[in-house]
């Protein structure tokens, strides 16, 4: 190849990556490892082909900058947490969707399962909740409050328990993405079947207006957690299933720090959501406009971070 037409052919990939170094631009560091890699491959070129000439000068030049940048060592930034969570998970999140969809859509699968079921027979919500939880629910109904279930226990004691059990579910979730994602979407299943036959249970006491309100409080962000948790599987999964390029080895290990990042993003949110069954759940005389407007909130929350944001921050790096 002519050195004009090399130079031509990899200009943009070039300028891209002094930005980069600059600062003048942000991209996700997969894509900066990516990066990185085909520059020296380019000055390894440039080497053989065009030896003592301006272009190998000038890819010896960004290479050796990156290097440093990128090897040197040297005390975290004070902002990295922030940072983390303002730039560089969502601009790798962004490339997750379609596992998220996946999740999602399983999950919501078998929700409409677990109502079917519990609708075709009546011993099903039984086995799915336990016969414990049937029959306090029925003796809560009957004493007037139904929704008694969330003040059994002091609000301290509830957040710190519901907290640590939600983020027990969420490993799970991640963790079985090891089984090829087919432990993923177990987890999937079994807590879409467990809420499909719960909001039938209250639909049939005809109470599903006053236990959605409720449970939805803290629940629209847990619930969207434990999906995006089986993103984070789903990712683990698939980097045993498809390799690609890399080894067996190096795709898990590849795959498990991308799904452990997005593990990772989630523990503000079930703390958000932890505090929330623990200290507000619980009062459910507050007046439905109120409890629409956080359930609201909650949802446009988790949207923004995990969709909208990601792809915002992609589409204004990539300008």
């Given at each position: 190849?002519?050195?004009?037409?090399?130079?031509?052919?990899?200009?943009?990939?070039?300028?891209?990556?002094?930005?980069?170094?600059?600062?003048?631009?942000?991209?996700?560091?997969?894509?900066?490892?990516?990066?990185?890699?085909?520059?020296?491959?380019?000055?390894?070129?440039?080497?053989?082909?065009?030896?003592?000439?301006?272009?190998?000068?000038?890819?010896?030049?960004?290479?050796?900058?990156?290097?440093?940048?990128?090897?040197?060592?040297?005390?975290?930034?004070?902002?990295?947490?922030?940072?983390?969570?303002?730039?560089?998970?969502?601009?790798?999140?962004?490339?997750?969707?379609?596992?998220?969809?996946?999740?999602?859509?399983?999950?919501?699968?078998?929700?409409?399962?677990?109502?079917?079921?519990?609708?075709?027979?009546?011993?099903?919500?039984?086995?799915?909740?336990?016969?414990?939880?049937?029959?306090?629910?029925?003796?809560?109904?009957?004493?007037?409050?139904?929704?008694?279930?969330?003040?059994?226990?002091?609000?301290?004691?509830?957040?710190?328990?519901?907290?640590?059990n939600n983020i027990k579910v969420a490993m799970?979730?991640?963790?079985?993405?090891?089984?090829?994602?087919?432990?993923?979407?177990?987890?999937?299943?079994?807590?879409?079947?467990?809420?499909?036959?719960?909001?039938?249970?209250?639909?049939?006491?005809?109470?599903?207006?006053?236990?959605?309100?409720?449970?939805?409080?803290?629940?629209?962000?847990?619930?969207?957690?434990?999906?995006?948790?089986?993103?984070?599987?789903?990712?683990?999964?698939?980097?045993?299933?498809?390799?690609?390029?890399?080894?067996?080895?190096?795709?898990?290990?590849?795959?498990?720090?991308?799904?452990?990042?997005?593990?990772?993003?989630?523990?503000?949110?079930?703390?958000?959501?932890?505090?929330?069954?623990?200290?507000?759940?619980?009062?459910?005389?507050?007046?439905?406009?109120?409890?629409?407007?956080?359930?609201?909130?909650?949802?446009?929350?988790?949207?923004?971070?995990?969709?909208?944001?990601?792809?915002?921050?992609?589409?204004?790096?990539?300008?």
């Amino acid at each position: 190849m002519r050195e004009a037409s090399f130079i031509k052919k990899n200009k943009k990939k070039w300028l891209l990556f002094e930005d980069v170094l600059e600062k003048k631009t942000t991209i996700s560091p997969n894509k900066l490892s990516d990066l990185y890699i085909e520059i020296t491959e380019d000055l390894s070129y440039a080497k053989t082909f065009y030896p003592k000439s301006n272009t190998e000068a000038y890819l010896n030049s960004i290479a050796a900058k990156s290097h440093l940048k990128i090897y040197k060592t040297k005390k975290e930034s004070k902002n990295r947490l922030i940072s983390f969570f303002k730039t560089e998970f969502p601009l790798e999140f962004a490339n997750y969707h379609k596992p998220l969809f996946i999740a999602f859509s399983t999950f919501v699968f078998f929700v409409i399962i677990g109502a079917y079921s519990a609708s075709q027979d009546a011993s099903f919500v039984r086995l799915i909740l336990g016969d414990n939880y049937v029959n306090m629910t029925l003796s809560n109904i009957e004493k007037g409050d139904p929704m008694a279930v969330y003040k059994s226990m002091g609000e301290t004691t509830a957040f710190l328990v519901i907290t640590i059990n939600n983020i027990k579910v969420a490993m799970m979730a991640f963790v079985f993405g090891m089984l090829f994602s087919i432990g993923t979407l177990f987890i999937m299943m079994r807590n879409g079947i467990m809420l499909g036959s719960f909001a039938y249970f209250f639909y049939e006491k005809g109470l599903l207006w006053e236990s959605s309100r409720t449970i939805w409080l803290h629940g629209t962000i847990e619930i969207s957690v434990i999906i995006i948790a089986g993103s984070a599987g789903l990712v683990l999964g698939n980097g045993l299933l498809f390799p690609k390029t890399y080894t067996r080895l190096d795709s898990f290990k590849k795959s498990f720090k991308a799904g452990l990042k997005i593990m990772v993003s989630t523990i503000p949110f079930f703390i958000i959501a932890g505090f929330m069954e623990g200290f507000v759940t619980r009062h459910n005389e507050m007046p439905d406009f109120l409890a629409i407007l956080i359930i609201a909130l909650s949802l446009l929350l988790i949207v923004y971070y995990y969709i909208l944001y990601p792809i915002k921050l992609t589409k204004q790096t990539t300008k």
